[in-house]
Structures are given as C-alpha cells and as structure tokens.
C-alpha cells in the first residue's frame, strides 16, 4: 500500500490564541449558569421532597440548604437567576436584529453582567 502524504496544514485556533471579548464571555456565562440552575432546580426539588417525605429528611435537606455553603449556592444561584434573565433579554433584542454591532453588543454584555449583579443585591437586601 502506498504511503499518504502528510500535509502541513494549520493547526485550529484555540481559546489562546483568541483575544477575550465581552460577547464571548457572556455566551459561555449563559451556559454556565443555565447547567449550574439546573443543579439548584434539583436542590429545592430535593427540599420540597424531603418536606413531604417526613420530619427527619426536611432537617437534613434544610440543614444543608440553610447552611453557609448552601446559603453561598443559593446566592450564586440568584445570581444566575437574573443573569440568565438578562441574557434572555438582550437575545430578545439580538433576534429583533438590534445591538448585533459589536460596540452595542459590548454594551448589552456588560449591562447583563452589572445588571445582574446589581439585581442580586437588591434582592438580597430587600428579601
């Protein structure tokens, strides 16, 4: 059999060589915090069960929900909440076929960014 001539072609970029933008971050924070709500949907499923299942499981759910690390969870979690909120949003406007231009997609990503941080505390504060 004949041998197969190697082809020197360029390797594909990667995340190194590629120069961070606010867009970019913003699109992969969007499925961070989708996947991590997914892992707090089942937390307070987990609750809920544990209240209808008796006495002894609501105090060990409710001991680690109310606890500093599941406190710390739930914040990030709220966090997440209102960004992924946020996001929703400004792809709303995005499909509308506004903001695609890079300074305004600029701008939206880091009012998500802020916005949600701002939302979360005021929810914190006031809750």
Not at 74 to 84: A, C, E, K, Q
Not at 92 to 100: E, F, K, Q, T, V
Not at 108 to 123: E, W
């Amino acid at each position: 059999m004949a041998e197969a001539k190697r082809v020197a072609r360029p390797l594909s970029p990667h995340l190194q060589i590629y120069r961070w933008q606010i867009p970019m971050l913003t699109s992969i924070l969007t499925r961070i915090t989708g996947n991590a709500l997914a892992v707090t949907t089942v937390l307070i499923v987990w609750w809920f069960v544990a209240a209808a299942m008796g006495e002894d499981a609501y105090n060990t759910a409710n001991g680690f929900i109310t606890s500093w690390f599941g406190d710390l969870v739930m914040t990030l979690s709220l966090v997440g909440i209102w960004y992924h909120f946020l996001a929703g949003i400004r792809h709303l406007i995005y499909d509308s076929g506004r903001g695609l231009d890079i300074p305004t997609a600029e701008k939206l990503g880091i009012a998500c960014i802020a916005g949600s941080v701002v939302l979360t505390l005021i929810t914190v504060i006031v809750v």
